[in-house]
């Protein structure tokens, strides 16, 4: 059989500078061209050599203070700013920023990423599908997992083994839920129906098993 070779998609596309508004390539990252790019570096070195020249630089290995704990620290770069306990804090902390800005100026592509992974999980086998909304596969549990809607908050009924049980369960939650009988009480009365017969199954099955 013949291995599909994945083509990946280029990263370096088209983008719009942030400062004169010219088209040219870049990463993902890139916000400005080749030509503002020098500039503003030009720029950062003029405003290095003022400071510097004002007394205003710290030089590499003095000691600084973390701007978030406070702890001393040696400066080993010139953006420095941090201890490593509070650096990876604070990068996580930009990088979930930008991430939440990417995804709000970009919902659609946002939704169609996160669809094409789950489908590209569920290919290769890593995610399993139930094919019944509000049954779905729980990865740490290893169990199928039922669950309902109620008033904007999501209520688990069961965890089993038996993907037909935990269907069951959802569905008799549904009905109650059209009826309009569905309550915080009614879900808890089905948890404890179907975890029930689930115990009850897998204590026939293991029984089963150790027979053999």
């Avoid at 088209?23 to 503002?36: D, E, K, M, N, Q």
């Avoid at 050599?49 to 203070?65: D, F, M, N, Y």
């Avoid at 990417?102 to 094919?131: L, M, P, Q, V």
Wanted: hydrophobic share 30%; with cysteine.
């Amino acid at each position: 059989m013949q291995r599909k070779i994945r083509v990946s998609k280029p990263t370096l596309l088209p983008r719009v500078c942030v400062n004169c508004g010219r088209t040219f390539t870049g990463g993902p990252r890139a916000r400005y061209c080749p030509s503002c790019r020098t500039e503003r570096r030009r720029e950062a070195e003029r405003e290095y050599r003022a400071r510097k020249r004002a007394g205003h630089v710290t030089e590499l290995g003095s000691i600084i203070h973390c701007e978030i704990c406070g702890k001393e620290i040696e400066k080993t770069s010139g953006l420095r700013r941090f201890c490593p306990e509070c650096g990876a804090a604070h990068l996580k902390e930009v990088d979930n920023k930008q991430s939440l800005a990417w995804k709000r100026d970009n919902a659609k592509k946002a939704i169609a990423a996160k669809r094409e992974f789950s489908r590209r999980r569920t290919a290769t086998g890593e995610r399993k599908e139930s094919g019944h909304p509000g049954v779905y596969w729980n990865k740490e549990n290893e169990k199928w997992q039922a669950h309902i809607n109620l008033n904007g908050k999501q209520y688990k009924i069961l965890y089993a083994t038996n993907l037909e049980l935990a269907v069951k369960a959802r569905k008799a939650a549904e009905e109650m839920k059209k009826a309009g009988n569905l309550t915080i009480e009614a879900i808890e009365e089905l948890r404890k129906t179907y975890q029930a017969i689930n115990s009850e199954e897998e204590r026939e099955l293991e029984e089963k098993n150790n027979s053999l």
